[in-house]
């Protein structure tokens, strides 16, 4: 069995906003990935005066996407476990009670934009590292709940330029098309995204739980159990 690559997942305060950060060679998303992101997502919630998250890797990545050598020599009941993790990982990101903002510090591919677009904004970098859904490339399909996830929050030019043909994204390009909400001078995306969060936050009285239910409405729907769908995150060989 190939070894998960390793990461890290912590978590800090800045007044009332929580910066979560990956810390690993690529934080490709893994059994591993999903439970630490699981326990810091408990500890965020545990702070009451926190209002908003953002979340960031550390050095060239944001995320690199499925740890696919790890994926592909899962047992049937690793392939489940890791299933349930990651569908459950999805529904707290997308359904989290506060303001959530991707701070997207490098190359953002595969499963890692698609995470980053599980939350309410984004912010990138100006002139350092690419975002794309290189599927196309490694010969995969969307499972149904991925699918979703990119029919709901794309419009069609950004279906177009980003799945069917998978190009690559700068930051620049990435305003331009829609995919990120605003751009950051190279290193200082978390304290765009902070600053961000905080003004969308700032004098506002609304509660977590209308927060969660609002979101759960609109997009419950998108993030549902795959399982059956799995082998198709697998490449084709």
Request: aromatic share 10%; proline share 3%; net charge neutral.
């Amino acid at each position: 069995m190939a070894p998960p690559i390793h990461v890290d997942v912590s978590v800090t305060k800045d007044g009332e906003v929580a910066i979560l950060t990956m810390s690993g060679t690529q934080n490709r998303i893994n059994t591993m990935f999903c439970k630490k992101w699981l326990k810091a997502l408990d500890k965020v919630e545990s702070w009451p005066e926190v209002k908003a998250l953002v979340t960031t890797g550390s050095g060239k990545f944001y995320s690199n996407g499925l740890d696919l050598e790890n994926l592909m020599t899962f047992t049937e009941a690793e392939g489940t476990e890791f299933g349930k993790l990651f569908l459950e990982l999805r529904r707290r990101i997308l359904c989290f009670p506060m303001v959530t903002v991707a701070a997207i510090n490098g190359h953002c591919f595969a499963g890692g934009m698609l995470i980053a677009f599980l939350h309410d904004y984004r912010v990138m970098h100006d002139g350092r590292g690419w975002m794309c859904l290189n599927e196309i490339d490694l010969g995969m399909v969307f499972t149904p709940s991925l699918k979703a996830i990119i029919t709901t929050k794309f419009t069609p030019v950004m279906i177009r330029e980003a799945t069917i043909f998978g190009n690559r994204f700068t930051g620049p390009q990435a305003l331009k098309l829609g995919f990120i909400d605003k751009l950051a001078d190279n290193g200082k995306s978390v304290q765009v995204a902070i600053d961000l969060a905080q003004s969308l936050t700032a004098g506002r009285s609304y509660g977590r739980q209308i927060v969660h239910d609002m979101k759960e409405d609109f997009y419950g729907h998108i993030v549902f159990d795959d399982m059956a769908e799995l082998e198709k995150l697998k490449p084709k060989l």
